[in-house]
């Protein structure tokens, strides 16, 4: 018979992190949103004024991709880009639709967060617990 795997915790969080992420993007669907486009537009209402440059670097994407999510959002009326004319700087800004979209996906983050607190309390207060060390600089 075979010794056990040691545990890892990298690949744990790896396959735990792969598991929460399709519920997500599972989620997420109906509203016709991604979990890149929901991080997108929600780095947009988080800086309001956004450049294009900015924009490309959080989401960790080139500016041309960034530029065609951002075109997507201004068609489907989710982003206003005041941009005056090409070459000028461009200042991001997210729609009251595009507000009333994030509220949606705020209800299936809630509703995924309610529904793993319940299977998991344990990980979850340790989550918990980590992160608040973490931001505090305990780590």
Known sequence: MSE??????TVTLLTVGRV??????EGLKPLGLTTRKYGL??????T???SFSELARRSRITVQSAHTAVAAFVEAGLVD???AHAGAASSLRVTAEGESLLARAAEVVARLDAEFAVRHPELTEALR???????AGNN
Do not use: K
């Open 4 to 9: 056990p795997l040691p545990f890892s915790p």
């Open 20 to 25: 929460w992420e399709a519920a997500f993007a």
């Open 41 to 46: 537009l929600g780095h947009v209402r988080g």
């Open 48 to 50: 309001p004024g956004i």
């Open 81 to 83: 880009d005041g941009t």
């Open 129 to 135: 617990a980590h992160v608040a060390r973490a931001v």
